[in-house]
């Protein structure tokens, strides 16, 4: 059987009456296709309609061949757990290894199966996905979360799947960890849909899978061709919505000149009656003429009009709302000459990384290095929640943090409450202003933060970090692009720029890390190393 993803007149509406997809096609052949969309646009209930997990409300899900997904959070616990255990082989190679020590017990032949060679397959697929050290019987405890994550990935690849679904799997991946996703997922001969915001990544697929507004659409290449697709459409539908805004007013012009004729007409013949110039029995006949033509005439301008507005209403449907954040932060200005932190022979509590750190002035750095080696801990010393194990650290300027997942101080509360609560003697009027910059314009900034979506949630924290008193002169990002869609990515990017201040930022989304403008990257060293970083 030939590996499919195939979706026919599908719709699948939730218990409360919204409705995610609406009357979707799609078929994927072999390849690896990524799957975008804004959060909330249904991608995960693409990835779930063809697990099983879901089932549609109309329509049809056919999967050509098996199926395994890699969700987001792939092994939620490992405690007491090896490395076989998360590959799931771990009873087969305990057979496996009791046949090689003479057993004859059918219990073990069964366990085994046709998988003879299990160990050598798991070993490949390990080696592959660049964990060339880590041991089948080593404690999965010990593993950093990428780690995981790619060995999560070794357990659905060595079950040979011909469907592999994955849902943001680059997310706490290293540059050289992606690097090996890529790698397998390239390898990989059958049908591969990768929901993901990882630029890089979408950069080298064969297709992308866009969800939007209840539809789903394929457009062949990779992201950059999808963008220049899309950057057409828009194009286009902004220059319909222009012709149909001058053809409403064209028409509404129209149909005051109609009215405008018709009235002079009804009062030209109002005084010919009263005038009597014509005999009473004409003058009715022709009054009632002329009342069925005038409103004929209006009417088809009415007409007219209400078709031009309908015209521009399905113009605007076609313009998507990608409205850029602007903003302006004066007071996060920090100046050049001032030492914003100084570091001597830290040395970090955990990992025992050793480094010396020295930033000035408003420097845009990015904090890189692969998984495990400090870079979050580092945060979290300069932030003063935890102490380092050695040498010294000073902090020069007001410091702000913007976690993995952003918390907000009331989730009951509204945005505006929320930001003044981080800035309360910042008069209401101001805040509403600034909130309005980060797209919660009007109602918007009264909307509860539980009900926030992922994009949403993360302005709404980017504005209690940023309008904060005292004015944050150092910004610390910790992966602010996990879980974010990539027109989120757009609105942290354009927020950014309004930035006066100092930033250190650890990511592993190269594109976004490009987009930001840094002066440069500085590379943790490896435990038990001290290097210079100034």
Same mark, same amino acid.
């Given at each position: ?50 697990? @099983? ?14 199926? $395994? =997904? ?23 190679l305990t057979a496996l290894r009791a046949v090689e020590a003479g057993s004859t017990d059918p219990r ?10 299990? $160990?050598? *397959? ?34 659905? =690849? ?43 990544? +979408? $950069? ?17 290449? @990779? ?33 005051? $000149? ?6 002079? *007409?009804?009062? &030209? ?34 007409? /007219?009009v209400e078709q031009a507005r309908a015209r521009l209403d399905a113009a605007q449907e076609r313009v ?31 990992? @025992?990384?050793?480094?010396?750190? /020295? +930033? ?25 929640? +935890? ?42 009027? &101001? ?6 910059? =980060? =797209? ?13 979506? @992922? ?40 927020a950014l720029r309004g930035y006066e201040g100092a930033l250190l930022v650890v990511s592993h989304d ?22 210079? +970083?100034?």
């Amino acid at each position: 059987m030939s590996a499919t993803l195939s979706l026919h007149h599908l719709t699948h509406t939730w218990p409360d009456g919204t409705t995610v997809l609406a009357h979707v096609d799609l078929d994927l052949g072999p390849g690896v296709h990524g799957l975008v969309g804004t959060n909330g646009s249904g991608k995960s209930t693409l990835l779930r309609l063809f697990t @099983g997990d879901l089932t549609p409300t109309e329509g049809v899900v056919a999967v050509g061949g098996t199926v $395994e =997904l890699l969700p987001q959070d792939p092994v939620p616990s490992v405690r007491g757990l090896s490395v076989a255990h998360v590959l799931d082989v771990a009873d087969t190679l305990t057979a496996l290894r009791a046949v090689e020590a003479g057993s004859t017990d059918p219990r073990d032949f069964d366990a085994v199966g046709d998988d003879w060679d299990v $160990e050598e *397959r798991a070993r490949a697929w390990l080696d592959r996905l660049g964990l060339p050290r880590v041991g089948l019987d080593r404690d999965a405890a010990s593993l950093s979360g990428g780690e995981l994550v790619l060995l999560a990935l070794a357990a659905r =690849l060595l079950r040979r799947p011909d469907v592999l679904l994955l849902d943001e799997p680059t997310n706490n991946l290293d540059r050289r960890a992606r690097a090996h996703l890529a790698e397998a997922l390239h390898g990989f001969g059958g049908v591969a849909l990768v929901a993901s915001h990882d630029r890089e990544l +979408l $950069e080298h697929v064969d297709s992308i899978v866009e969800v939007h507004a209840g539809t789903v659409r394929t457009v062949t290449g @990779g992201f950059s061709v999808y963008e220049e697709v899309l950057d057409a459409e828009q194009d286009a539908a902004g220059r319909a919505v222009r012709d149909a805004r001058a053809d409403v007013r064209r028409q509404q012009r129209e149909l005051v $000149e109609a009215r405008t004729k018709l009235d002079r *007409r009804s009062r &030209t013949a109002a005084k010919a009656e009263a005038e009597k110039r014509v005999p009473k029995i004409v003058a009715h006949g022709r009054r009632m003429q002329a009342q069925v033509s005038a409103g004929r005439l209006r009417g088809a301008h009415e007409d /007219h009009v209400e078709q031009a507005r309908a015209r521009l209403d399905a113009a605007q449907e076609r313009v998507r709302d990608d409205r850029e954040v602007r903003l302006e932060l004066p007071a996060t200005a920090v100046p050049r000459s001032r030492d914003v932190v100084v570091a001597d022979g830290l040395v970090l509590p955990r990992v @025992g990384t050793a480094l010396d750190l /020295h +930033l000035r002035g408003p420097e845009r750095v990015a904090l890189v290095g692969p998984n495990g080696s400090g870079k979050s801990t580092l945060l979290q010393v300069l932030l003063g929640e +935890l102490a380092p194990k050695a040498g010294s650290v000073r902090v020069g300027v007001p410091v702000g943090h913007l976690a993995q997942r952003p918390a907000l101080p009331d989730e009951q509360a509204s945005v505006v409450d929320n930001v003044r609560r981080a800035a309360p003697d910042v008069p209401p009027q &101001t805040a509403r202003a600034q909130l309005a910059r =980060l =797209l919660f314009r009007g109602r918007d900034a009264d909307r509860v933060v539980a009900t926030l979506s @992922g994009g949403e949630r993360l302005r709404a924290a980017l504005a209690c970090v940023l309008l904060a008193e005292p004015a944050p002169q150092l910004l610390l990002l910790d992966e602010p692009t996990n879980d974010l869609d990539l027109v989120s990515v757009g609105h942290l990017v354009d927020a950014l720029r309004g930035y006066e201040g100092a930033l250190l930022v650890v990511s592993h989304d190269e594109r976004f890390l490009d987009d930001l403008g840094l002066d440069r990257r500085v590379e943790l060293p490896s435990p038990g190393e001290v290097v210079p +970083l100034a």
